[in-house]
């Protein structure tokens, strides 16, 4: 994946993105992704917001999320999926997240949010997906997809390098 074009954020587009994002994340976590020098630059697939030119917010279908590099920086709170150490390999090279690996899940989440994908046993983010059904029926069904993997560790997001 390439820059395709980078300039600065306006302080207007920065209060804009702000906005957005505190939908999703705290104040704290806020600041600990947009600070630094921030650009926005576009790929062949996504718009992003790059920090200190470290990729931290892209946005799938116009909407601003965190990267896994952004929730790297600020930790897991909400919005999220936490799944088996069995589903880690699978989830880690772009599956999407099928039920039966799913341990605990943020209730708030329904079909169509953006959400965050954890191991267990570390809370570290391995993807961001879409829900494709309600959190609540997860635990109900204990079969089929979950989520559809937009993001994930090692994808060319993830090895985004801007010189």
């Given at each position: 994946m390439r820059i395709r074009r980078r300039r600065?954020?306006?302080a207007k587009e920065i209060k804009g993105l702000r906005d957005a994002l505190s939908q999703v994340l705290s104040k704290d976590q806020?600041?600990?992704?947009?600070?630094?020098?921030?650009?926005?630059?576009?790929?062949?697939?996504?718009s992003v917001i790059l920090s200190n030119k470290e990729p931290v917010v892209f946005m799938p279908e116009g909407t601003p999320f965190p990267t896994l590099r952004g929730f790297l920086r600020v930790g897991v709170?909400?919005?999220?999926l936490q799944v088996d150490s069995g589903a880690v390999p699978f989830i880690a090279n772009g599956a999407n997240v099928m039920a039966p690996g799913v341990v605990r899940s943020d209730p708030a989440l329904r079909q169509g949010d953006l959400c965050v994908v954890t191991d267990e046993r570390h809370n570290k983010p391995l993807?961001?997906?879409?829900?494709a059904v309600n959190a609540s029926e997860i635990d109900r069904t204990k079969k089929g997809k979950v989520a559809d993997s937009l993001h994930h560790v090692g994808d060319a997001l993830w090895k985004l390098s801007v010189e």
């Open positions: 600065p954020l306006s806020l600041d600990a992704i947009l600070s630094g020098h921030l650009e926005t630059a576009s790929t062949e697939k996504y709170q909400n919005r999220y993807c961001i997906g879409r829900m």
